[in-house]
């Protein structure tokens, strides 16, 4: 498992395109996996015949384990399969293969290629007096790949001594305590003989004989590993992994770092609209989507030229407030994952067509869960448009490492003064979250108030801008 970028430790293996057996050649997307991140398609770097896929679909894995074993050498033999998608590293110097005569063609694959699978693998406990296998002692022919750890079921393919303690992460442990499991007594299936959260359960469950188990497995096996179904309970408990982890990890951070303030402007958006509507027709946007959210985000474009203090962070290490030139411009976007936000580079330099077309294809490509890691990276500011779900606004978090955040409510008809008459109008309501460590209340209000005068007289976009 190559690692990503970002630091990332961990990625679920989504879907395998190869199985043992079929021959694959380097640079071949073998299979994708989700970080906390995004989607990501992998490549093999070795030409040769699948041996061995090592871990299932839905199964998360750690930065420098080896997946996948390739035997880049059909039909020899006396030689196992020894190539695998992991570190040359973590292959013992004397089970490795000889390197070839001449360099193989390699094409570029992800970031990180050759994380040390030692940096991920958990030393193997042992009593006291206890001797540790040696690489030396293995039996010849064995795949060397299968000595890091991978031998039997996932674990490391050696008994644990007796009396040792089982190995099982701190909320493992408080969920068997809770349950008044016994740790000692449940078989591990997680990677290294660690005991998971679904050992825990499978040991509470009654015996298979029972009718209610045998009910029970074919439901369980259809939701996969990824559900918890506890018998006899009326809830579903679903790991949080993936995206879903990496966006609480992140709200939270962000709600108890940053000292939020949010302001909201409610205004007639009559103009905007039928401005959205002549555009649709303009040759200019031929091929491009035209949207509401378009001119919002060029709106805030324009505010932020004028009031470029909003678009800075605030640097803890350094003490220091940097402000950006340049805008990164944040997408939150639903996706079956979950929430992500990846951002439009340079979005305050590109015209009005060229924002249409980055918005079009950030969305399809968020959609359609293909979204790349560096395309999150490095936002300065962002909107989210919570009024396409019909709700008229909320009190959005700051996307970490930002200052600002602006939500676009649901536009809707309603009764509104208009020159000196009451009239059927088109209003929205904008909400502004900002750092106010970074935004004092002045600053803040001013970009609020420019992107509502910008919107509620869109001829502004061009005196303004």
Not at 112 to 139: F, I, K, L, N
Not at 393 to 405: F, M, Y
Request: charged share 20%.
């Amino acid at each position: 498992m190559p690692d990503v970028g970002e630091g990332l430790t961990e990625a679920e293996i989504l879907k395998w395109y190869v199985k043992p057996g079929d021959t694959v050649t380097d640079g071949q997307v073998v299979c994708e996996v989700e970080t906390a991140k995004a989607a990501v398609e992998l490549p093999i770097p070795f030409d040769g015949v699948v041996h061995e896929i090592r871990f299932p679909e839905g199964e998360t894995v750690d930065v420098g384990t080896a997946i996948i074993s390739v035997d880049t050498t059909p039909g020899a033999p006396d030689e196992a399969p020894a190539a695998a998608v992991a570190p040359a590293a973590a292959v013992p110097a004397e089970a490795a293969p000889a390197a070839p005569a001449e360099p193989a063609k390699r094409q570029a694959v992800l970031v990180g290629y050759g994380v040390s699978e030692a940096s991920t693998v958990r030393r193997a406990r042992r009593t006291p007096g206890a001797v540790p296998a040696q690489p030396a002692d293995r039996p010849k022919g064995r795949p060397a790949a299968e000595l890091n750890g991978h031998g039997v079921n996932g674990a490391t393919g050696l008994a644990a001594p007796a009396g040792d303690r089982p190995l099982a992460k701190p909320p493992v442990r408080k969920l068997a305590k809770d349950l008044g499991i016994d740790l000692s007594s449940v078989v591990p299936s997680g990677r290294d003989g660690t005991i998971t959260r679904e050992d825990v359960h499978a040991a509470l469950a009654p015996a298979p004989s029972e009718p209610a188990a045998v009910a029970a497995a074919p439901a369980a096996a259809a939701a996969g590993p990824a559900v918890v179904v506890e018998p006899g309970a009326r809830e579903i408990r679903t790991p949080i992994k993936g995206v879903r982890k990496a966006t609480a990890q992140a709200m939270v951070a962000s709600a108890f770092t940053a000292p939020h303030v949010t302001e909201f402007v409610t205004f007639d958006i009559t103009r905007t609209m039928k401005l959205v509507q002549e555009l649709k027709l303009d040759p200019a946007f031929e091929g491009r989507k035209v949207s509401p959210l378009l001119l919002v985000a060029k709106a805030l474009l324009v505010a932020i030229r004028r009031n470029p203090e909003v678009n800075a962070t605030w640097d803890e290490a350094g003490q220091e407030i940097v402000r950006k030139d340049y805008v990164n411009l944040g997408i939150a976007a639903a996706t079956p994952r979950g929430l992500i936000v990846p951002n439009i580079k340079d979005a305050g330099a590109k015209t009005l067509p060229e924002l249409a077309t980055a918005l079009g294809e950030l969305v399809a490509t968020a959609r359609e869960g293909k979204t790349s890691p560096a395309q999150m990276q490095g936002g300065t500011v962002t909107i989210t448009n919570v009024g396409v779900f019909g709700v008229d606004t909320g009190t959005p978090i700051l996307n970490p490492g930002e200052s600002a955040i602006l939500a676009f409510g649901a536009v809707k008809d309603m009764p509104w003064v208009h020159k000196g008459k009451v009239k059927v109008r088109k209003v929205t309501t904008l909400a502004l979250s900002f750092d106010h460590r970074v935004v004092d209340g002045e600053l803040g209000s001013k970009v609020l108030a420019d992107v509502a005068a910008l919107l509620e007289q869109p001829k502004r976009l061009l005196t303004w801008a």
